[in-house]
């Protein structure tokens, strides 16, 4: 379950989405989000569907990589589908007891659904097909502009950057203590719900420890080279954009109008 | 009484591009009370090797047989297994988590459904043979210095009472006398006990001294499985994958060179000794040093044995 959670995993091929800019690739999630939300006509899903399927084809990164986040947000996903099927008001269908579901519902939840569902897909793609450190350059140079207004760009971008590469740290660490633990008799498996919450204090506790001293010794490692946030500091390898960016930024941008003219369509 | 791998191979990431082959078609027998050495460079496979021996990893083909029964089979007991085959993980010591140190090592016992009493004597029992002294059984885990930590991280799989004990570079980041401690105390365990021991270290002094058979790994295939002597006759071999034979073998070795017969895969500074000593004395001893053709080698082995004997 843990091997689960994709997020802050880069696969490494080469494909043209993984040579996109970073910044590209960041403001076409952002906008393949975004797109998901200015509509909810049919065609236009149809549109957003063969977009992400296309782009996950492009890249070459497996599917069933790309579908492993979907699992960890199961329950979020039947939770919100289920609230929105039951508790929408409109015209019903059938109900029993309390509980009626209602054709606004059905349509509430489908697109609920299918929007979780794009929107880690469309995330996965974009951490899979980007390094970390791609990832922080692109946040750090395309929101630059808001260092005008004092934000801190620079230190936030790298404290997410930091954040993405401790996922698969903490899931290899949760993964080693979890054997260690097993070893010694463990049983995470079986048992009632307390059972198994008292089994995971062998787990947490010395999972925090490490967490803890790992972030420690990162940030004495980080200031040992130097390290003083993000005045004055220069890129090894700065980002500009290629003729291939251009184009993709050409082409979210009819993406966008197509799915935002899409709210006109008649029915 | 054994442990016997059938054609163990084990890949990681099966399926993607990162696929890779960390162990190939390894098989073995260890018998009952042996003392292995497992060598092998880094990233060679060793830690894959022992994590299938007490079922915590699924080869991807393969399997491991303990006492003649297929671990991996449907309703193997897998639990009771890890009692019986205790493994200690390369730095054991993130696996402490409990308030007091005796109570982390009654974890295990607990953990195998015996009684508070009989889990508090198996943990003092573990506690005295993994030579932690009963001044910290009461401290918490976190104040221990590191070394303490891995005898009290130790400690917590010997309170199971394994029949078999592998033990992934227990030695490793120890001083040189916290080292040979641990290293005495597992060979006591295995002499007093007959516990089957499995250790693995990169240094090939501590497996040539205690170990019965080394095994060698090398890009995950099973190279040699043999006595110390007869692997260590290879190393020329070994140093191609980046491992070395004891200091000692290269001496013999040069000796031999010099043309001094002795035994040039001895890998332990006391067998040296002897067959430097029993040499000399064939010899004719200290009488026939100084006399005629024999003098020069007889000066040399004279000063070479007093120099190792050190
Ligand atoms: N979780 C994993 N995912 C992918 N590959 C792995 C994983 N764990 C180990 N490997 C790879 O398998 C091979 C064997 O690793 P293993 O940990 O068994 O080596 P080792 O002999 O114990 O090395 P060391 O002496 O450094 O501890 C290595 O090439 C390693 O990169
Ligand atoms: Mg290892």
Redesign the interface.
Known sequence: MLRDITIGQYYPVDSVIHRLDPRVKLAGTMVFLISLFVTSKLPAYLLATGVLFGLIRLSRVPFRFITKGLKAIMILLVISVSFNLFLTTGTPIFRIGFLQITWEGISLAVFMGVRLIYLVLASSLMTLTTTPNQLTDGLEKGLGFLNRFSVPVHEIAMMMSIALRFIPILIEETDKIMKAQTARGADFESGNLIQKAKAMVPLLVPLFLSAFRRAADLAMAMEARCYHGGAGRTKMKPLHYEKRDKNAYLLMAVYFALMAASRFLPF | MSIRCEKLTHIYQQ????ESYALRDISFEIQDGEFIGLIGHTGSGKSTLI?HL?G?MRPSSGTVYFNGEDIFAQGYDL?KL??QV??V?QY?E????EETVLADVK??PK??GLSEQEAEERAREALELSGLQPEFYARSP?ELSGGQKRRAAIA??LA?GPQVLILDEPTAGLDPKGRDELLETVSDLHKRRHTTIILVSHSMEDVARYADRIMVLNEGNLQYFDTPRRVFRYFRELEKMGLSAPQITYLMQELRDEGIDVDPSIGTIEEAREEILSLYWSQGGPLAAGADSGTEAGRGLGESSAATGK
Not at chain 2, 15 to 18: L, Q
Not at chain 2, 94 to 97: A, D, E, N, P
Request: charged letters at 10%; zero cysteines.
């Open positions: 399926g993607t591009v990162m994590q007490n915590l639990r890890r009692g205790g493994l993980f054991p993130y696996q402490l988590f974890y295990g953990n195998m976190f917590g799989v199971m």
